[in-house]
Protein backbone atom coordinates (compact mmCIF):
# COMPACT_ATOMS: atom_id res chain seq x y z
CA UNK A 1 0.00 0.00 0.00
CA UNK A 2 1.56 3.59 -1.00
CA UNK A 3 0.70 6.13 1.20
CA UNK A 4 1.54 10.21 1.07
CA UNK A 5 2.07 11.81 4.04
CA UNK A 6 0.49 15.65 3.22
CA UNK A 7 1.15 18.97 4.94
CA UNK A 8 -2.24 18.18 6.84
CA UNK A 9 -1.27 14.70 7.62
CA UNK A 10 -4.57 13.30 5.61
CA UNK A 11 -3.53 9.85 4.47
CA UNK A 12 -4.64 8.96 1.14
CA UNK A 13 -4.55 5.08 0.53
CA UNK A 14 -3.90 3.45 -2.89
CA UNK A 15 -7.07 1.82 -2.97
CA UNK A 16 -8.68 5.43 -2.88
CA UNK A 17 -9.70 5.28 1.05
CA UNK A 18 -9.08 8.01 3.01
CA UNK A 19 -8.16 8.33 5.85
CA UNK A 20 -8.54 11.47 7.99
CA UNK A 21 -7.72 12.50 11.01
CA UNK A 22 -9.49 15.07 13.29
CA UNK A 23 -7.83 18.60 13.61
CA UNK A 24 -7.09 17.85 17.18
CA UNK A 25 -5.01 14.32 16.11
CA UNK A 26 -3.18 16.65 13.15
CA UNK A 27 -2.38 19.45 15.39
CA UNK A 28 -0.52 16.51 18.31
CA UNK A 29 1.79 15.10 15.57
CA UNK A 30 2.56 18.78 13.89
CA UNK A 31 3.78 19.42 17.85
CA UNK A 32 5.40 15.85 17.92
CA UNK A 33 6.98 16.51 14.65
CA UNK A 34 8.55 20.29 15.68
CA UNK A 35 9.67 18.40 19.13
CA UNK A 36 11.53 16.21 18.13
CA UNK A 37 13.31 18.23 15.26
CA UNK A 38 14.12 20.20 18.26
CA UNK A 39 15.53 18.01 20.35
CA UNK A 40 17.07 15.42 17.95
CA UNK A 41 17.47 16.95 14.56
CA UNK A 42 15.89 17.01 11.20
CA UNK A 43 16.90 12.94 10.62
CA UNK A 44 15.49 11.73 13.26
CA UNK A 45 11.93 13.94 12.68
CA UNK A 46 11.86 12.22 8.93
CA UNK A 47 11.45 9.21 10.84
CA UNK A 48 8.07 9.37 11.92
CA UNK A 49 6.07 9.69 8.93
CA UNK A 50 7.11 6.09 7.71
CA UNK A 51 6.11 5.06 11.20
CA UNK A 52 2.69 7.03 11.15
CA UNK A 53 2.41 5.99 7.62
CA UNK A 54 2.65 2.44 8.49
CA UNK A 55 0.56 2.70 11.84
CA UNK A 56 -2.59 4.00 9.43
CA UNK A 57 -2.00 1.33 6.86
CA UNK A 58 -2.83 -1.08 9.39
CA UNK A 59 -5.72 0.58 10.50
CA UNK A 60 -6.80 0.83 6.98
CA UNK A 61 -6.37 -3.02 6.61
CA UNK A 62 -8.83 -3.35 9.56
CA UNK A 63 -11.38 -2.29 7.32
CA UNK A 64 -14.91 -1.44 8.57
CA UNK A 65 -13.84 -2.15 12.43
CA UNK A 66 -14.84 -0.12 15.34
CA UNK A 67 -18.08 2.02 16.16
CA UNK A 68 -19.77 3.52 12.81
CA UNK A 69 -20.29 7.03 13.16
CA UNK A 70 -23.33 7.94 11.67
CA UNK A 71 -23.14 11.18 12.88
CA UNK A 72 -20.51 12.37 10.72
CA UNK A 73 -21.63 10.57 7.49
CA UNK A 74 -22.08 7.19 5.92
CA UNK A 75 -19.10 5.28 5.75
CA UNK A 76 -17.78 6.76 9.17
CA UNK A 77 -16.06 4.46 11.91
CA UNK A 78 -13.88 5.73 14.64
CA UNK A 79 -12.15 3.73 17.14
Known amino acids: ?16 KTLRLSDPAQADLQHIANYTEQQWGNVQKKHYPALINRSLSSLSELGNSGKQRRDLGLG ?3 N
Open 1 to 16: MCLILHKSWTIFLSNF
Open 76 to 78: FYT
